[in-house]
């Protein structure tokens, strides 16, 4: 089955610098990746999401680039903000999202 | 409709115990999918339903759990035996999936509930 690992697991960036998250996956057939952004003791919320028949997604401050060959995909925030802190979950699905797979996540702060 | 909504929030329960939880999606989305998060992991998944059938199981899922939709609706999911290792919290989310005629899947966003968070003593 799929095997997602996401890095860092923590990230500290300062008011107004870029935040760089990575995932590597392993399923060649996966071809869905959201972006979900969990805020401390709240539910999973989607940030962004790319399916596999585009390179590069953009909304707002938000990115997100994938490399098919590579199987990697990585969430891009410039401008970064106080309130984007938070715990940050990458994610791939093959046809059907019958099993999405989770990264373990990355913490993000950023600091005033 | 107000979301996802999940019950209970909390359950702490003896180990042995059985314990059920119950998931009642957005109206419209006919897929439910029940994961597992423990503390500084991202959510493992469990099962889903598309409308009353349950799809697919993972191997996480031990013959200790069992996950129903009856009508398509509202889902439970029941543990029973509990161990101090199913402590965790479950989320249950729900989307609405339809085929694309390019043969990509058009994978609705999954909206979470709130979770319900068990202990096992």
């Known amino acids: 089955g799929e095997n997602v690992e996401q890095h860092p697991s923590t990230l500290s960036v300062q008011e107004g610098d870029s935040a760089v998250i990575k995932c590597t996956y392993s399923?060649?057939?996966?071809?869905?990746f959201p972006w979900y952004k969990q805020e401390l003791g709240k539910r999973p919320q989607l940030i962004i999401d790319i399916r596999s028949n585009v390179g590069e997604k953009k909304d707002q401050r938000i990115a997100v680039t994938l490399n098919k060959t590579a199987k990697h995909f990585s969430l891009h925030i410039t401008e970064t903000q106080p309130e984007d802190s938070a715990v940050y979950f990458c994610?791939?699905?093959?046809?059907?999202?019958?099993?999405?797979?989770f990264g373990a996540g990355t913490r993000l702060t950023v600091k005033p | 409709d107000t979301g996802v909504s999940q019950n209970p929030r909390h359950k702490i329960t003896k180990r042995g115990q059985n314990v059920t939880f119950r998931c009642d999606p957005i109206?419209?989305?006919?897929?439910l999918y029940w994961y597992r998060q423990t503390l500084g992991q991202g959510p493992e998944f469990l099962t889903y339903f598309q409308n009353e059938a349950q799809l697919e199981k993972s191997r996480l899922l031990s013959d200790r759990f069992s996950a129903e939709r009856p009508k398509g609706s509202f889902s439970t999911l029941e543990i029973q035996r509990t161990e101090q290792g199913d402590s965790a919290m479950y989320l249950c989310?729900?989307?609405?999936?339809?085929?694309?005629?390019?043969?990509?899947?058009?994978?609705?966003?999954?909206?979470f509930g709130e979770g319900s968070r068990l202990t096992v003593l």
């Open positions: 109206s419209e989305h006919n897929r």
């Open positions: 399923d060649s057939a996966s071809n869905y």
């Open positions: 994610a791939a699905s093959p046809y059907n999202n019958n099993d999405m797979r």
């Open positions: 989310a729900s989307s609405l999936f339809r085929y694309r005629v390019d043969g990509l899947s058009n994978t609705g966003e999954l909206f």
